[in-house]
């Protein structure tokens, strides 16, 4: 029987649902109209007003908010409330430039922890469990997000932290920990771990894995699932917008459910930034509905997924997004073809061959793009006979061609010989002069 945190709002009839968030959206375009100069300039710069909003049509005449305004206003410029009733400040690092900054409001928190529990006890998460942390604390949303909504349902928590692996693997053993929480990538390295030190699914208690805050594929997830001998779940966030517990799987994992009485999600065509239907894919538009530290309207997030709104055998009817299979920025433009490394990935993790890391290398050859895999064999055997090396190499680029249609230099290398991620995996490395487009 499908367990719930707070049934009422987790089941309320889509068409109350809709109406209670366009009740909440008017109400969150006014107040950061009114608190927030930064928004009321581009309001006023488009022609629009709050008062202008009355149904789901206006809503599209809304500007859109991306990472570049959290720049501009930076550290606090985006803030609607003042410091006075901000809580807690967290910040994300990112790649290039400045931090992005958020803060939330002592009732920020409280929804962002009831955002949490909702996926964990969606998934099976009781008080009963034991939670091991192995997300970084600190600016980093993820473990603070988690920790928090753990301790609402009431499980135990293991603060660890990221990082020191063996001491991951010997407290998991020791403390009996049943819920692992993490990244998918760090799982992979913990469950290697473990079976480093001579021992396997059967010396642990985990039967619940809570994997976020990167892109993994299904196939990844049934490897961590296969190795620990859990069952897995993914959740998404971004700190942008609250960090975990926008999103996440409930045990049918037929999506991730979204928080959408705190949450709008929106789907447009990232070229035409138009709204797309139910169903496309296309990029994924973030409204806060209820945020008092830093509101946020329509977010461009640049991650592809697309919304399902049917209802869910679980009961739940709030909408499911897809797992994200890339970021815009993530997507790799190789002689004209589109690449997503998630489309590598599902061809690797697929092939008991070879292990479930590799490392993507772009580069430019005679002012042509060139795309190559490294990628672990999963037996270092097998790299002392060339004939089968050369046979399994050919396995592989067949199978990355079909899925790319696109020719991919392959090196097989030594297992345990590529980096290992205790975080965030950045499995590419773009070498060409422009970078990324
Ligand atoms: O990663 C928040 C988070 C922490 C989510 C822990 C889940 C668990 P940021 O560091 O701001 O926040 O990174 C946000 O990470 O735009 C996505 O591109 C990516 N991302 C997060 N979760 C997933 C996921 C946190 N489940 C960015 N699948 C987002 C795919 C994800 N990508």
């Known amino acids: 029987m499908a367990e719930f945190f707070d049934k009422n709002i987790e089941t309320l009839p889509r068409k109350e649902l809709k109406a209670l968030q366009l009740e909440r959206f ?72 400045k931090a992005t900054v958020v803060g939330y409001t002592a009732r920020d928190l409280d929804c962002w922890s009831d955002c949490v529990a909702r996926f964990l006890v969606s998934s099976g ?35 660890i932290s990221s990082g020191n692996t063996e001491r991951q693997v010997k407290m998991m053993i020791d403390l009996k920990s049943t819920a692992l929480v993490s990244t998918p990538s760090y799982a992979l390295y913990i469950a290697e771990t473990l079976y480093q030190s001579g021992r396997g699914k059967e010396d642990i208690s985990l039967r619940l894995g809570f994997f976020g805050a990167e892109a993994s594929t299904p196939e990844m997830h049934a490897i961590l699932a296969g190795r620990l001998g859990i069952r897995t779940n993914d959740n998404y966030g971004l700190s942008e917008v609250m960090g975990p517990g926008v999103s996440g799987e ?37 409204t806060t509905l209820t945020k008092e530290g830093i509101p946020v309207l329509r977010y461009r997030t640049k991650d592809i997924t697309r919304l399902h709104c049917e209802p869910c055998p679980c009961g739940r009817t709030h909408a499911r997004m ?76 067949g199978k990355l ?24 995996a950045q499995r590419v490395i773009d070498k060409r002069e422009e970078g990324k487009r």
């Open 26 to 97: 008017k109400r969150q375009a006014r107040f950061v109209y009114d608190n927030v100069p930064a928004y009321k300039r581009k309001f006023d710069a488009a022609g629009v007003k709050p008062s202008h909003i009355r149904t789901w049509g206006d809503v599209k005449s809304i500007p859109f908010t991306t990472k570049d305004d959290f720049r501009d206003n930076y550290p606090y410029g985006l803030f609607a409330a003042p410091m006075d009733k901000i809580a807690r400040i967290h910040a994300s690092s990112g790649t290039t430039g």
């Open 125 to 159: 998460a009781s008080p009963r469990d034991v939670f091991q942390i192995a997300f970084g604390y600190g600016l980093f949303t993820g473990a603070f997000g988690l920790h928090a909504g753990c301790e609402k349902i009431g499980a135990a928590v293991i603060p």
């Open 250 to 286: 409930c045990a049918e994992k037929m999506g991730m459910h979204i928080a959408e009485d705190h949450i709008l999600a929106e789907i447009v065509d990232p070229d035409t930034l138009e709204p797309l239907p139910d169903g496309e894919r296309g990029e994924l538009v973030l």
């Open 322 to 397: 897809e797992k994200v299979t890339g970021r815009t920025d993530d997507m790799l433009i190789i002689r004209g073809v589109n690449v997503f490394p998630s489309q590598i990935e599902s061809v690797l993790v697929n092939m008991p061959e070879v292990g479930a890391h590799y490392e993507i290398t772009v580069g430019r050859e005679n002012l042509t793009d060139r795309l190559s895999v490294k990628v672990e064999v999963s037996d270092g055997n097998l790299l002392l006979d060339f004939r089968r090396l050369e046979d399994l190499k050919k396995r592989v680029r």
């Open 401 to 424: 061609r079909s899925e790319l249609q696109l020719d991919v230099d392959v090196k097989l290398v030594e297992p345990l010989s590529l980096k290992r991620f205790e975080g965030k």
